[in-house]
């Protein structure tokens, strides 16, 4: 069974860090492009992040929004895609999710239609102050 868990979300202070982790199961993460997208009530799924194949050159693509703040990168040792998240601001308060793209990152990552429809129930980071 293919399937995809996100955790490390939780609550965090503006200006606050997270590190998100995107496990599999029933597939291999290396394989492909893994997308992390963010949903808040009432917006539309944006892309915050993408990482290539670790067959590829494993080049990373950010959202002009979290450039400087977040990383994404395979800890291979656990299998897993993570996203560390720093200075992280009122507004990004979302559910995020990780997701294999059709193919490597490229110009069009952070279209949400490129999932493989592979989701995972998402993790919910709440930012308070």
């Known amino acids: 069974q293919v399937q995809l868990v996100e955790s490390g979300g939780g609550l965090v202070q503006p200006w606050g860090s997270l590190r998100l982790s995107c496990a599999a199961s029933?597939?291999?993460?290396?394989?492909?492009?893994i997308g992390w997208f963010r949903q808040a009530p009432g917006k539309e799924r944006e892309g915050v992040s993408c990482?290539?194949?670790?067959?590829?050159?494993?080049?990373?693509y950010y959202a002009d929004s979290v450039k400087g703040r977040f990383t994404i990168a395979r800890d291979n040792a656990n299998l897993t895609v993570y996203r560390q998240m720093n200075k992280l601001k009122r507004e990004e308060p979302a559910v995020y999710y990780c997701?294999?793209?059709?193919?490597?990152?490229?110009?069009?990552?952070?279209?949400?239609?490129?999932?493989?429809?592979?989701w995972g129930q998402g993790t919910l980071v709440t930012v308070y102050s």
């Open positions: 997701t294999p793209l059709t193919w490597e990152c490229g110009s069009s990552w952070s279209d949400y239609h490129r999932s493989l429809e592979v």
């Open positions: 990482i290539s194949s670790s067959s590829s050159d494993g080049r990373t």
């Open positions: 029933g597939f291999t993460l290396d394989f492909y492009a």
